[in-house]
């Protein structure tokens, strides 16, 4: 039976500024990998934790039908959010703790649409330290953030 896992990151050039977002999605069978497939996109003025949100709803969203699957991040914020933070904003009305609006709230509600038909493991992995997985997804998120910076750079 093939195991899905995606890989996923965003980038930011300023914060807020142009930025980013990648997806690795890869099925793999053992030590096989059977498909790969890769998403990026970005936005002209955004912030970092947003495009880190936008990485994870998209490789969601790009699932046919509802799956089993381990998403890694290298986002404490993403990972957060949705393992601990999510179900206490819901119920304050997507209000924090101290009553204050839960940032991105949009992109929040969005996940959370999009991550409900599935069964996911979230897990952290610190970023920039190596792991083939998110180096990709950063470069990915780096290509979806060059249309938007001047002179396309990335």
Sequence with gaps: MAELTIYTDGACSGNPGPGGW?????????DITLKERTLCGGAADTTNNRMELMAAIAALNALDRPSTLTLITDSAYVKGGITSWMQGWKRNGWKTSARKPVKNVDLWEQLDEAQARH??????IKGHAGH????RADELAREGMAPFKPNGKK
Excluded: C, D, M
């Design 22 to 30: 990648g997806a690795l999605l890869v099925a793999t069978n053992g």
């Design 119 to 124: 069964s996911i493991s979230w897990e952290w």
């Design 132 to 135: 083939w997985g998110n180096e």
